[in-house]
Nanobody
Framework: QVQLVESGGGLVQPGGSLRLSCAAS???????????MGWYRQAPGKQREMVAR???????NYADSLKGRFTISRDNAKNTVYLQMNSLKPEDTAVYYC?????????WGQGTQVTVSS
């Protein structure tokens, strides 16, 4: 059994910052460090899009439009992946989902709402 639980979402003003967390538990916890972890988001009426991914300790990639504002990191001792979001814009409003992948295995969290509005 694998569970991914996102937290840290909420309402922020444009230009503000927010830090999302995704805590993994269950069978994934024994080999968490070798999973590729990612953040995806989906706005109402739009397709889910990749925000950021991290493979291993430091191999990261980002959506081109977000690089420089968002940073993904992980703490393997805590089985947790983070997404630091800075300079938030209204168009960043979406449900943010945590993803874990290893070969053909893929797991998703329930999502956390991020709303950027004044």
């Amino acid at each position: 059994q694998v569970q991914l639980v996102e937290s840290g979402g909420g309402l922020v003003q444009p230009g503000g910052s927010l830090r999302l967390s995704c805590a993994a538990s269950g069978s994934i916890s024994t080999i968490f460090s070798i999973y590729t972890m990612g953040w995806y988001r989906q706005a109402p009426g739009k397709q889910r899009e990749m925000v950021a991914r991290i493979r291993g300790a430091s191999n990261t990639n980002y959506a081109d439009s977000l690089k420089g504002r968002f940073t993904i990191s992980r703490d393997n001792a805590k089985n947790t992946v983070y997404l630091q979001m800075n300079s938030l814009k209204p168009e960043d409003t979406a449900v943010y989902y945590c993803n874990a992948g290893l070969n053909s295995l893929e797991y998703w969290g329930q999502g956390t709402q991020v709303t950027v509005s004044s």
